[in-house]
């Protein structure tokens, strides 16, 4: 769990310091005054970006560090290329975007491979839809069934039509609204 966020020269943040409490935290304010470059600031450092647009102007450098509730420090630090570091030692970048298996392991923010895709369930972008909302209920209860899977060993493969469906499927289902509003969208587990 995050526990403290340090932004430096980073974008509209030139020395921003965020204590974070247990469970959610919500950030709100004014239009642009840099609540977004918080959630870059995360994913940046997540994915070990070569992120050119967002070192204040006339600064030399920019960073952002996190510290875990577990006793971590990670830093991502960007001058003519970036770098970063965990627990104080340089960690480095693998090729265009690739990530130390340290860094995935210390911030618990990897992206999640599922059927060859990239998916990103921790960062949105700012005008798209929440993590899984704008799909499917089909390819929703096939995402939950197939990590559901990966945890408990039942099924190696991604359950889909073409290959072994889970023993216990979740199963998406759509019930409407009696006042006319869009449809609901509930998963339920059929045990």
């Not at 039509?161 to 339920?188: E, H, M, W, Y």
């Amino acid at each position: 769990m995050i526990r403290k966020i340090v932004l430096s020269n980073f974008m509209a943040h030139v020395q921003t310091e965020l204590e974070l409490a247990d469970g959610l935290n919500v950030i709100v304010g004014p239009n642009n005054i840099g609540k977004s470059s918080i959630a870059v600031a995360l994913k940046i450092l997540a994915r070990n970006s070569n992120s050119n647009f967002v070192m204040q102007h006339d600064q030399k450098e920019c960073s952002v560090t996190v510290e875990t509730g577990d006793g971590h420090t990670v830093q991502w630090l960007k001058r003519k290329s970036p770098s970063n570091r965990i627990n104080g030692r340089a960690k480095d970048r693998l090729g265009r975007g690739g990530t130390p298996p340290e860094l995935d392991e210390t911030l618990r923010l990897a992206s999640i491979e599922f059927e060859e895709k990239d998916l990103e369930p921790h960062f949105g972008d700012q005008k798209s839809p929440i993590f899984l909302i704008n799909r499917p209920p089909s390819q929703i209860a096939q995402f939950i069934d197939y990590f559901r899977c990966r945890k408990t060993g039942c099924n190696a493969e991604a359950p889909s039509a073409s290959t072994k469906r889970c023993p216990n499927p979740v199963k998406a289902r759509f019930r409407p609204q009696s006042n006319g509003s869009p449809i609901d969208r509930r998963l339920s587990h059929n045990s």
